[in-house]
């Protein structure tokens, strides 16, 4: 056991070596660069400050204790920390006006500090969930009328940097377009890939906001866009649950001859049969907005299929 402590004793100096070479390692490296205002302003007095709060505390404590190894290693962190203090005062930057005192300089460093300091809070908490996807929604539902308006464009980049999205909008776009045919089903489709991540319930109600802007912003707003928007801010209010009598549209094929049946069978890729009394229906999708709904069947009848679409029963709807 006592050669466990004899090594353990030599070992703990052997710390406090490396200790004062790391701490020297850093002091060097700012000592060479004190000079420079940048340098000055990216150091944190606060950060610092609180240090020296939390150190001192333990050096009193290891030196009523006789514990010199372990003071002698608080002891070079707090004098690290307040050389910080120092260079993050900007003592040592060269000043045309006439030179301020030390409590002066320290002053105008908080106040700088205190304007940054939420910045990473910020970058963390506001990162959106599912950026990529929001930003696939935003640029489709541009695209929807067939043109990119410049406004558009605009308004989109700055959603990016507002909410600190690690995204180029251009890189973006030139991927969507080599690899995207832009429709109503792809941008549906878009949406419920976003909704199926589950994102924050605030952060969706932002992105209605959002989009009701988008669709405004070129000062144009055509009837494809309005039935568009529509149909997705309600999946998004649904999601999110802030209107509770939202109502359902099904929309159905009602095959009237065997021919017809083959014909929706062979377009079809996702329904449900169901059976009624009287014959049965190919259910297609469900829609928030009668006028999609609507829209979609019109589709269907061109390929000369009957289709309709069903107010869905508050009754019938899931709770």
């Known amino acids: 056991m006592e050669l466990f402590f004899q090594i353990l004793q030599v070992w703990l100096w052997a710390s406090l070596g490396f200790t004062f070479v790391e701490a020297y390692l850093k002091v060097n490296k700012l000592w060479k660069r004190k000079h420079e205002r940048k340098v000055a302003e990216a150091q944190s007095i606060m950060g610092s400050c609180v240090a020296l709060l939390a150190g001192l505390p333990f050096f009193f404590r290891y030196i009523t204790r006789s514990d010199f190894e372990s003071a002698i290693g608080s002891f070079v962190w707090l004098s690290v920390s307040v050389f910080i203090i120092f260079v993050?005062?900007?003592?040592?930057?060269?000043?045309?006006?006439?030179?301020?005192?030390?409590?002066?300089?320290?002053?105008?460093a908080l106040k700088l500090e205190g304007t940054e300091v939420g910045n990473l809070a910020k970058a963390l908490i506001r990162h959106p969930v599912g950026a990529k996807n929001m930003v696939e929604i935003l640029v489709q539902i541009a695209h929807i009328d067939n043109e990119f308006h410049k406004k558009e464009r605009e308004f989109i980049e700055l959603f990016i940097e507002k909410w600190s999205i690690n995204i180029s909008l251009d890189d973006f776009l030139l991927y969507h377009d080599k690899n995207e045919n832009v429709n109503y089903s792809?941008?549906?489709?878009?949406?419920?890939?976003?909704?199926?991540?589950?994102p924050p319930e605030k952060q969706v109600a932002q992105l209605i906001d959002t989009i009701k802007e988008l669709i405004h912003v070129d000062e144009s707003v055509s009837e494809e866009e309005k039935m568009t928007v529509s149909e997705v801010t309600s999946m998004l209010r649904d999601y999110i649950n802030q209107d509770k009598d939202i109502k359902k549209f099904e929309v159905c094929i009602v095959p009237r001859n065997k021919e017809q049946e083959e014909r929706a069978l062979a377009v079809l890729f996702d329904y449900k049969r169901k059976d009624l009394p009287g014959g049965y229906v190919f259910s297609v999708a469900e829609y928030f907005s009668e006028e999609y709904a609507e829209m979609v069947c019109e589709e269907y009848r061109k390929l000369g299929l009957f289709a309709i679409s069903i107010r869905i029963p508050e009754e019938l709807e899931p709770a």
């Open 88 to 108: 993050g005062s900007g003592i040592w930057l060269q000043r045309d006006e006439k030179k301020l005192n030390f409590f002066r300089l320290i002053k105008d």
């Open 186 to 198: 792809t941008l549906l489709k878009a949406v419920q890939e976003y909704l199926e991540i589950l």
